[in-house]
């Protein structure tokens, strides 16, 4: 997100409106439901693979004909898909916001943005929200990015269950001085894809989507959106509708996003499945639920 104001918090009806707090320790990866690879299609898959691994910092893990499997060591967070011939996504279609790398420290992310700015690559914005502190920027086909740390769960403020979240300027300035030794060889051990933000059509269907049948929290909401988190993290996903309000059921093929992989254990997983229409769990397996929110955008729910 960077649309500048405060989040509003307040109670909510069902899921959301579970009673939370200030708890130690809460951690994006370490929830019940986490995000794991995002797959993008892409035009030139030369430029965009040569892009994130340049520039973001993942390095390969998988390559074929046609594809790209990027990541930290052997862990993939980002696939892909080659289709020289697929139109370029709408601004205003459903799908993508951004993708958010989640780096493990603040040296972290000051260590990445002197590297982005030794590469000269251009800032979209920078954003403290109160319990992180965020860069954003694009691929080259125009795929939003956000590059962010977290600041420890005990420092997150809560207000009538509710996580209180904001976006203030960041001042990249402060954020590079605290950088010593220049020190970056790629993103660091522990990096992964921390939220995804989506574009949707309305916020209400997204939420009976995201939230009730998903089992997503609603951990705070925001005008044209809502941020849901898991386990008591701030936001595993994020929907708005600040360029999409009433957008259509997605055209296929797009460039974009192609799906979200969300990982889960096994009991939430068979809780999952429980609540699936007839139609749904008949392409489900034993650890792979593919599906699609009402507009289309493809995510796969795996367990491991």
Do not use: C
């Not at 697929?86 to 993508?96: D, E, Q, V, W, Y």
Request: proline content about 6%; cysteine-free.
């Amino acid at each position: 997100m960077t649309t500048s104001g405060t989040f509003l918090a307040g109670s909510l009806a069902g899921r959301s409106s579970q009673a939370r707090s200030t708890t130690p320790g809460v951690t994006s990866a370490g929830s019940p439901m986490r995000i794991g690879t995002v797959a993008l299609t892409v035009r030139d898959l030369d430029t965009v693979s040569r892009f994130y691994q340049q520039v973001i910092g993942l390095a390969p893990v998988e390559t074929g004909p046609g594809l790209a499997r990027l990541g930290v060591g052997e862990t993939v967070l980002l696939e892909l898909r080659h289709d020289p011939a697929a139109p370029l996504a709408s601004p205003r279609a459903a799908g993508l916001f951004h993708t958010a790398f989640l780096l493990p420290t603040r040296a972290d992310l000051a260590q990445w943005l002197l590297h982005a700015a030794e590469q000269r690559v251009p800032l979209q914005g920078a954003s403290d929200h109160l319990v992180s502190e965020a860069i954003y920027l694009a691929d080259p086909e125009g795929n939003g990015i956000e590059v962010y740390w977290d600041r420890p769960s005990e420092t997150w403020a809560w207000r009538d269950g509710m996580v209180e979240m904001s976006t203030l300027a960041l001042d990249l300035n402060s954020l590079a001085a605290t950088v010593k030794t220049r020190d970056w060889h790629g993103l660091p051990a522990g990096s992964l894809i921390g939220h995804v933000h989506l574009q949707v059509g309305a916020l209400e269907p997204s939420d009976r989507f995201y939230a009730d049948l998903l089992g997503f929290d609603v951990m705070t909401r925001y005008p044209g959106a809502t941020f849901l988190g898991s386990g008591g993290y701030h936001h595993h996903l994020g929907t708005n509708i600040w360029n999409s309000r009433g957008a259509p059921v997605r055209s296929e093929p797009t460039t974009g996003l192609a799906d979200v992989e969300i990982v889960t254990d096994a009991g939430t997983f068979e809780s999952l499945r429980s609540r699936l229409s007839p139609e749904q769990v008949a392409e489900a397996t034993s650890t792979r639920l593919p599906l699609r929110d009402p507009w289309g955008t493809s995510i796969t729910v795996m367990t491991r």
